[in-house]
């Protein structure tokens, strides 16, 4: 919840720096805004590199009697390529895997990309149950009749957010395996799913992040709100 018409700046920014930037090998910058302001940046943005999306939305599908809410329909409708589901701070909200899992239905039906979150907390983390939270959020949010092509993962251990820490390197490389394995494992499916790895990311960390090979890109949050630590995060991860 950060934001408003003054914010333009820092997408111009982006815009710009993704203009002239020649070695990002067309790789994918995703800025997904508070729903006032997707219409308006849809038509700022310029940059055929950077796509709009979503923080969340409501999971019926149609237009219905749900005051205040707003669906995959409405946004796709408005500019929206992208959205964020299951963010650890909407599961501390209340959201459950199943309603998690109608947004994803939902939000797929409407031609919206997903960008899937899973994380495990602080006290689920000390009690070694990880993989066990991983696996349920990935059983009970997802089906294997869903189009993997439209779904990134995002691992965000919610004992990160904001705490200006980073999991070590081993430790990631053992989750982002066990991610990509179990999703095979649970829908014999044959294509890998792509992860993010979100979670205190800032300029100076994030070139520990470029020798683990399965991490396929970043769910930023707090350093995204500064466009000139928004654009480092990247200009030091391509060094």
């Given at each position: 919840?950060?934001?408003?018409?003054?914010?333009?700046?820092?997408?111009?920014?982006?815009?710009?720096?993704?203009?002239?930037?020649?070695?990002?090998?067309?790789?994918?910058?995703?800025?997904?805004?508070?729903?006032?302001?997707i219409y308006f940046?849809?038509?700022?943005?310029?940059?055929?590199d950077?796509?709009l999306?979503?923080?969340?939305c409501?999971?019926?599908?149609?237009?219905?009697p749900?005051?205040?809410s707003?669906?995959?329909?409405m946004?796709?409708?408005?500019?929206?390529?992208?959205?964020?589901?299951g963010?650890?701070?909407?599961?501390?909200?209340?959201e459950?895997?199943?309603?998690?899992?109608?947004?994803?239905?939902s939000s797929?039906?409407?031609?919206?990309?997903?960008?899937?979150?899973?994380g495990?907390?602080?006290?689920?983390?000390?009690?070694?149950?990880?993989?066990?939270?991983?696996?349920?959020?990935?059983?009970?949010?997802?089906?294997?009749?869903?189009?993997?092509?439209?779904?990134?993962?995002?691992?965000?251990?919610v004992?990160?957010?904001?705490?200006?820490?980073?999991?070590?390197?081993?430790?990631?490389?053992?989750?982002?395996?066990?991610?990509?394995?179990?999703?095979?494992?649970?829908?014999?499916?044959?294509k890998?799913?792509?992860?993010?790895?979100?979670?205190?990311?800032?300029?100076?960390?994030?070139?520990?992040?470029?020798?683990?090979?399965?991490?396929?890109?970043?769910?930023?949050?707090?350093?995204s709100q500064?466009?000139?630590k928004?654009?480092?995060?990247?200009?030091?991860?391509?060094?």
């Amino acid at each position: 919840m950060f934001g408003d018409f003054s914010s333009l700046k820092t997408i111009h920014k982006i815009n710009k720096f993704s203009s002239k930037t020649k070695n990002l090998n067309r790789k994918k910058i995703i800025v997904c805004v508070p729903n006032t302001l997707i219409y308006f940046f849809k038509k700022k943005l310029k940059s055929k590199d950077i796509s709009l999306g979503a923080q969340n939305c409501h999971y019926h599908e149609s237009f219905g009697p749900f005051t205040g809410s707003v669906n995959a329909l409405m946004l796709k409708k408005i500019g929206a390529e992208y959205i964020i589901l299951g963010h650890s701070e909407n599961r501390l909200e209340g959201e459950s895997n199943s309603l998690i899992k109608k947004k994803i239905i939902s939000s797929l039906n409407r031609k919206l990309n997903v960008i899937f979150c899973i994380g495990e907390t602080y006290k689920e983390k000390k009690s070694g149950k990880t993989f066990k939270i991983l696996r349920k959020q990935l059983k009970e949010s997802l089906t294997k009749d869903l189009n993997i092509n439209k779904i990134i993962i995002a691992y965000e251990p919610v004992w990160c957010i904001g705490a200006n820490k980073i999991p070590t390197k081993n430790y990631l490389l053992k989750i982002t395996k066990f991610i990509k394995n179990e999703y095979i494992k649970i829908y014999r499916a044959k294509k890998i799913p792509k992860i993010l790895y979100g979670g205190s990311v800032n300029p100076k960390n994030i070139r520990l992040f470029t020798s683990i090979s399965d991490i396929d890109g970043f769910l930023i949050g707090g350093a995204s709100q500064s466009s000139k630590k928004f654009i480092d995060i990247i200009k030091n991860y391509y060094k």
